[in-house]
Nanobody, 122 residues
Framework: QVQLEESGGGSVQAGGSLRLSCAVS????????RGWFRQGPEQEREGVATIDSDGRTAYADSVKGRFTISKDNAKNTVYLQMNSLKPEDTAMYYCAADASSLVCATGKPRYWGRGTQVTVSS
């Protein structure tokens, strides 16, 4: 069973930065994806950023140029650097993973963390 544990959430003022981390418990082979998703109050879950085993990344339009997803293969950890945060970025952020590199983009990866709260005040 793959377990994911997020950390790094918190409260910041608009314009500030946070770095989220997600430790993945089990190596998933050579063809996998990792993703960050978020769900704000009374909103549907949305994809924020994804990265696959080859390092290809994708971002939601709302975070392009502000957020950066990266991974450390040696630590089996994925990160989300969030800069220039806005109040509308306030949400619970979830890390997700799948053993197929294409699945994260569908929004339906198999494994999910419990989430970490990000709150941005104006």
């Amino acid at each position: 069973q793959v377990q994911l544990e997020e950390s790094g959430g918190g409260s910041v003022q608009a314009g500030g930065s946070l770095r989220l981390s997600c430790a993945v418990s089990t190596y998933q082979g050579s063809n996998y994806c990792r993703g960050w998703f978020r769900q704000g109050p009374e909103q549907e879950r949305e994809g924020v950023a994804t990265i696959d085993s080859d390092g290809r990344t994708a971002y939601a339009d709302s975070v392009k140029g502000r957020f950066t997803i990266s991974k450390d293969n040696a630590k089996n950890t994925v990160y989300l650097q969030m800069n220039s945060l806005k109040p509308e970025d306030t949400a619970m952020y979830y890390c997700a993973a799948d053993a197929s590199s294409l699945v994260c983009a569908t929004g339906k990866p198999r494994y999910w963390g419990r989430g970490t709260q990000v709150t941005v005040s104006s």
